[in-house]
Structures are given as C-alpha cells and as structure tokens.
C-alpha cells in the first residue's frame, strides 16, 4: 500500500513536468482560469454547507468542473450555486456525487490518474500537457483542449482502458482556442 501511494506521488511529479510544455491554451487564459479555481475553492472553505476537501475543482476556458464525493444532495447543489457565482465563470459541469469516500477509494481514484497520466504522456498523438485528468470512484472526468477530434477520441479510448475506470466524462474541447 505504502509503495502503491509512493509510486503515485511521483507520477503526479511526471505529470507537474509534462504540464510545462507549451498547450493551445494561452497563458492568460490559465492564469484567469487557475484565479477563478482560488476563489471558488476560498467559497468552498468559508460554506458551512459544503466541505471545501471534498470537492475538486477544475477550471478550463472560464468553465468549472466539480468532481469529488460530497456528504448530501444540498452540499452538491451548494458547491454548484457557489461555483455559479464567481465572476468569471461561463459554465459549471457539477459532476460531484453524494455518498462516502474512504482512504482506499482516494488512493484507487489516485492511481487511476497517475496510470492515465503516464498513459497520455506516452501517447504520441494526445498531447498530454493539453488534458486535465480528475478521478472519483472510477469515474475520469477529461477536462483541457486538443488539436483534433482523433485526439479526443484517443484519450477517451485510453481512459477507458485504465484498470479500475468505470465511466469516462470526455470534457475535451477540440481545436484551437479562439480569441
């Protein structure tokens, strides 16, 4: 188990490198998305109704993705008035789910980006640095921005293959981004 967490650090490491390439994302564009990610997440932790560690926040393009497990139905519709509410935001994609989350289901739903991750990253046709992965329960939510709609398809096809996925939210926007 020890060695399982281990190898998942240090593919989250992979992953913080690969990030550092160039993506079709322009960097103000990341930087209003990553200002958006803060001020949701600042929400979060001041919501006496949501518990702001359960819920994982992804912003691409000015849209939020929620993902996680979240304690009530009230605590999921909270997490989306909140995310609604932040200036900036275009779109919210609440994809949180209600019920309990134990240490084995986060080191499953780590694992699972850490291979998909290594998987991309290995891919030759999906730049890896233009998809986000977020996992819960097995659920793999791809959020980001590829060149093609092969490319969008790959990385589905790949997550899908990842022992341990049980469904694929293909988020992926295809083509470059425009001004």
Same mark, same amino acid.
């Given at each position: 188990?020890?060695?399982?967490?281990?190898?998942?650090?240090?593919? #989250?490491?992979? @992953?913080?490198?690969?990030?550092?390439?160039?993506?079709? #994302?322009?960097?103000?564009?990341?930087?209003? /998305?990553?200002?958006?990610?803060?001020?949701?997440?600042?929400?979060?932790? %001041?919501?006496?109704?949501?518990?702001?560690? !359960? #819920?994982?926040?992804? $912003?691409?393009? =000015?849209?939020?993705?929620?993902?996680?497990?979240?304690? =009530?139905?009230?605590?999921?519709?909270?997490?989306?008035?909140?995310?609604?509410? $932040?200036?900036?935001? /275009?779109?919210?994609?609440?994809?949180?789910?209600?019920?309990?989350?134990?240490? +084995?289901?986060?080191?499953?739903?780590?694992?699972?980006?850490?291979?998909?991750?290594?998987?991309?990253? %290995?891919?030759? /046709?999906?730049?890896? *640095?233009? #998809?986000?992965?977020? =996992? =819960? !329960?097995?659920?793999?939510?791809?959020?980001?921005?590829?060149?093609?709609?092969?490319?969008? !398809?790959? %990385?589905?096809?790949?997550?899908?293959?990842?022992?341990?996925? $049980? /469904?694929?939210?293909?988020? @992926?926007?295809? +083509?470059?981004?425009? *001004?």
């Amino acid at each position: 188990m020890k060695r399982l967490v281990i190898n998942s650090f240090l593919g #989250v490491a992979l @992953l913080a490198i690969a990030g550092c390439s160039a993506t079709m #994302v322009p960097e103000t564009t990341k930087d209003m /998305d990553s200002a958006i990610s803060d001020k949701i997440d600042e929400s979060l932790e %001041a919501s006496s109704a949501v518990k702001a560690r !359960q #819920v994982n926040i992804e $912003t691409s393009e =000015s849209v939020v993705y929620l993902t996680g497990v979240v304690d =009530s139905e009230d605590a999921r519709r909270e997490a989306g008035r909140i995310a609604w509410r $932040t200036a900036g935001v /275009d779109g919210v994609v609440n994809d949180l789910t209600v019920g309990e989350r134990t240490v +084995g289901d986060w080191v499953d739903d780590t694992l699972i980006s850490s291979r998909l991750k290594a998987k991309l990253i %290995a891919d030759t /046709d999906v730049r890896a *640095s233009d #998809v986000d992965v977020s =996992s =819960s !329960q097995g659920v793999v939510t791809l959020i980001g921005r590829v060149r093609t709609n092969a490319m969008k !398809q790959d %990385a589905e096809r790949i997550a899908r293959g990842i022992t341990g996925v $049980t /469904d694929v939210h293909n988020e @992926l926007a295809v +083509g470059r981004m425009s *001004s």
